[in-house]
């Protein structure tokens, strides 16, 4: 993965999880990241301390992802601090609450909708012109689940809903685009230990999760790490586009 070193990159909701994760693992490898957060500043700025501390290259930008003027000016401020961006990492999301359908408010379909899926083709909005404009093509990765394919857990079909469009977006993005090289591929985790887990499921709830996977655990964020490497590096995947790659110790497999 030479290729990535000197390379730029827009990592969304990187102050904790799999967006930390990978955010760091971009750094490691000589990647300038923005990491960009909403409301986690302190874990956004210990992500971009540990980079330093490692000799890499980090700042922390905010923005809700839910305002897309506040997306067009978190690009802007990543194209200047940048001065530019080849992979962009769409893993801002959340699951925001679980609910029954009987109980399901409009107002919780706008905002989970908003979070999982609209924010992921604004941001793509504002960074394809940029990435056309430098003319060497650019990789865009974009975060699915395996909610996506199976529906999710109890009270998550918004979420899940939310991650199938993300998916079925990237195949059509990926036709859009292919000719210019920019790639669009996703990643779609399964059960992962993150915060995501410790706010919306009970450890019974992670108990019956474990239950369905074949390796028998949960995983680590930064067992997801190795898909971003592969896709965001052109010597590795140079040749692959329009492709969700599943990273869930064998929870679906498709």
């Not at 998550?156 to 195949?171: E, H, P, Q």
């Amino acid at each position: 993965m030479e290729d990535l070193k000197g390379k730029t990159a827009l990592v969304t909701g990187a102050s904790t999880g799999i967006g930390a994760a990978v955010a760091k693992a971009f750094a490691a490898r000589g990647m300038h990241v923005a990491v960009h957060y909403n409301s986690s500043a302190g874990p956004a700025s210990d992500v971009v301390d540990a980079i330093t501390a490692a000799g890499g290259k980090a700042f922390a930008l905010r923005a809700d992802v839910r305002d897309t003027g506040a997306i067009r000016q978190a690009v802007q401020q990543a194209q200047q601090t940048l001065g530019g961006i080849d992979v962009l990492v769409n893993n801002a999301g959340g699951l925001v609450q679980r609910v029954p359908i009987a109980d399901m408010p409009d107002e919780l379909f706008d905002e989970v909708l908003h979070l999982n899926a609209r924010s992921v083709l604004a941001f793509c909005r504002e960074v394809v012109p940029l990435m056309r404009a430098a003319g060497r093509g650019g990789s865009i990765i974009n975060v699915s689940s395996v909610a996506a394919r199976h529906g999710g857990g109890p009270g998550a079909y918004l979420y899940a809903g939310a991650k199938g469009f993300v998916s079925t977006a990237t195949r059509g993005l990926a036709k859009e685009l292919a000719l210019e090289n920019i790639r669009v591929n996703a990643v779609a985790p399964g059960v992962i230990q993150t915060p995501f887990h410790d706010r919306f499921s009970t450890p019974q709830m992670l108990e019956s999760f474990r239950g369905t996977i074949p390796m028998g655990r949960i995983g680590e964020p930064d067992e997801c790490v190795g898909a971003f490497l592969y896709l965001a590096s052109a010597q590795l995947s140079g040749y692959v586009t329009g492709q969700i790659l599943e990273v869930n110790g064998g929870q679906y497999m498709p």
